[in-house]
């Protein structure tokens, strides 16, 4: 039976704007009719990978999404010593396995070649498409054309981030991955909306007192608690790894301290924004999974009383926990997954306790 750990957190953020939409003002949602703020899972999930848990502890084993492989191929062989049309020619012939060229003007009016669409290119994929450009360099036969992606492209492979967050390649789905790791959408437990900040700056120069500021600008932000669910098949990460438990177990622990810790970075010189989740609950086990965003259809501040709290953090932990225990008795007769559980609130549990956790999930998977 498949193995899961599902992650439930709580952050607090202050005033900031970590996830924009396209009018600059932070992301926003409406849940059980009310306007909430939200996180997206793409920017959660980037967050994640340039975190420090993942960028530098599991550099060698991290994928790049790029469509400027043609480019970094070309500097690759002129770096070999192979004449400028030699490598744009094999270059021509091995980006075209990631996905469609197309060619372009810089600004300064130059050309060059760049995908049409983003590839997610693990590091052993990478070093195969440098190796058989290099053979194309010196003028060895090529295979077909589908024995030739079978040369570059690979399924599973050692690039922690595509096998949990996954990848499609439009043009060649045989070698899409599945993600293991699903990350949604973090939503406010309450009601919250964006508010706009007007600021001036001074021209540091010009002294004269009636000449007012030296520019005069907006700018959006919001403030919230923020719950976001996390769900990990852990027979799914150890498969696309080709069986490698050790890397899995390596990434399983990146990700959950980078999960406590790691925010999208909009906007975060002007609002410093760095919270850590204040409530972590982690479960694992072989039932089907589940989210507990209906703990807050019905925003926490609007239930204050009912909830027995005086505060959002409270009232949201206590709405948290106390839907886990009703759908544990209604369907499970009462008995919970095995989890554990951090609270900044009460000062109970700690953040290595909970890696120890999920570690030994994935590693007894």
């Known amino acids: 039976m498949t193995t899961f750990v599902q992650f439930h957190l709580l952050t607090s953020y202050g005033p900031s704007n970590p996830n924009r939409d396209d009018q600059g003002r932070p992301k926003q949602a409406m849940v059980g009719g009310v306007p909430r703020l939200r996180l997206s899972s793409q920017s959660l999930k980037r967050a994640l990978r340039e975190s420090s848990f993942f960028a530098l502890d599991l550099a060698d084993h991290m994928g790049k999404r790029t469509k400027l492989l043609h480019e970094g191929l070309v500097q690759h062989l002129l770096a070999k010593g192979a004449s400028d049309k030699a490598a744009q020619e094999a270059a021509d012939k091995v980006a075209v396995i990631f996905g469609k060229l197309e060619k372009t003007k810089k600004k300064d009016g130059a050309e060059e070649t760049k995908s049409t669409t983003l590839a997610f290119i693990s590091p052993a994929e990478r070093k195969l498409a440098e190796d058989l450009a290099e053979k194309i360099v010196a003028g060895e036969p090529l295979p077909a054309e589908k024995d030739l992606k079978k040369e570059v492209l690979r399924r599973a492979d050692g690039a922690i981030d595509i096998a949990m967050f996954g990848r499609m390649l439009a043009d060649d789905p045989d070698f899409n991955r599945d993600a293991a790791v699903q990350v949604g959408h973090a939503i406010t437990t309450h009601a919250a909306h964006a508010e706009e900040d007007w600021y001036s700056a001074v021209d540091d120069l010009n002294k004269a007192e009636d000449t007012g500021a030296g520019h005069l600008g907006e700018t959006a932000f919001g403030s919230g608690i923020y719950y976001l669910y996390v769900c990990v098949n ?132």
Request: glycine share 8%; proline share 4%.
């Open 234 to 365: 852990c027979d799914l990460l150890i498969e696309n790894l080709a069986g490698d438990r050790d890397l899995a177990v390596k990434g399983a622990e990146a990700l959950t301290r980078a999960l406590a810790q790691a925010t999208p970075r909009g906007k975060q010189n002007s609002f410093a924004h760095h919270p850590m989740a204040f409530h972590i609950r982690a479960e694992r086990g072989t039932r089907a999974p589940r989210d507990l965003s209906g703990a807050f259809f019905t925003p926490v501040d609007r239930k204050l009383k009912e909830l027995g709290a005086n505060d959002l953090q409270s009232a949201s932990v206590k709405a948290l926990e106390s839907t886990a225990a009703k759908i544990d008795a209604c369907y499970f007769a009462g008995q919970p997954e095995d989890f554990r559980s951090l609270d900044t609130l009460s000062g109970e549990g700690t953040l290595e306790e909970i890696t120890r956790f999920v570690t030994d999930a994935v590693r007894g998977a």
